[in-house]
């Protein structure tokens, strides 16, 4: 069975600084992966999503994720955060297209100061 | 617009009462979800749907049921057996194999007092 580790609850940063959100995974067979944020009280909106080829994967708003299968992570990084980002970010994997197989981290929650 | 709509989104019961939360999306998803949130737990799977009059057991179904006679529809019944009902629950669907990726519903936050 796979499961995802999201190594920090919380991570607070001032704006325009950068931000790293960490997520390791661990799985006996070959992984998907997505990061997906949720701002209060919403739903959950899609980042990103690794499924093959180029390891550096880039999504929406300036985030970019980083697939290391050797270490089994998928960090979460934005060079320059702005208020706007505040939310929290769910890490997810996905062992093959089983569906109903899809396993959420316990989340982190972004807070961007001024 | 495509997308997912859950209603309501806020929802109060009394403690022995069942309660049916609906989820309908026009994306053309064969697949559907149901997640349950609380704090500090991330999302935990209650109920998936592969297709029509077809659902499977997630990780946390009891006190839980679902029907699926509709693509477009997925409700969720949260029934007295359920110990600890008051949570966000989040409705998911995705493209049957090809894409993966869930798109998600605003979701319900359900009280039970």
């Known amino acids: 069975a796979q499961s995802v580790t999201q190594l920090d609850s919380q991570v607070p940063v001032f704006e325009e600084a950068p931000v790293e959100l960490r997520c390791n995974y661990s799985s006996s067979v070959s992984v998907y992966l997505f990061w997906y944020v949720q701002y209060p009280n919403q739903g959950l909106q899609l980042l990103l999503k690794?499924?093959?080829?180029?390891?550096l994967v880039k999504g929406i708003n300036g985030f970019e994720a980083e697939f290391n299968k050797s270490q089994t992570s998928f960090h979460l990084r934005k060079p320059s955060v702005h208020i706007s980002d505040t939310a929290e970010y769910f890490c997810?994997?996905?062992?093959?297209?089983?569906?109903?197989?899809?396993?959420f981290g316990k989340g982190t929650k972004l807070s961007v100061k001024p | 617009d495509g997308g997912i709509t859950q209603s309501p989104k806020y929802l109060f019961r009394k403690e022995g009462q069942n309660v049916t939360l609906s989820c309908e999306q026009n994306?053309?998803?064969?697949?559907m979800y149901w997640y349950r949130q609380d704090p500090g737990q991330g999302l935990r799977l209650i109920y998936y749907s592969q297709i029509v009059n077809d659902f499977q057991k997630g990780d946390i179904a009891e006190g839980y049921s679902v029907s699926r006679e509709k693509k477009e529809s997925f409700p969720l019944t949260v029934t007295s057996a359920q110990k600890n009902p008051t949570a966000f629950y989040l409705c998911?669907?995705?493209?049957?194999?090809?894409?993966?990726?869930?798109?998600f519903g605003q979701g319900t936050r359900l009280t039970v007092v």
């Open positions: 994306l053309n998803h064969d697949a």
């Open positions: 690794y499924l093959s080829g180029s390891t």
């Open positions: 998911a669907s995705s493209i049957w194999v090809t894409e993966g990726e869930a798109f």
């Open positions: 997810a994997v996905m062992a093959g297209w089983s569906q109903g197989n899809l396993i």
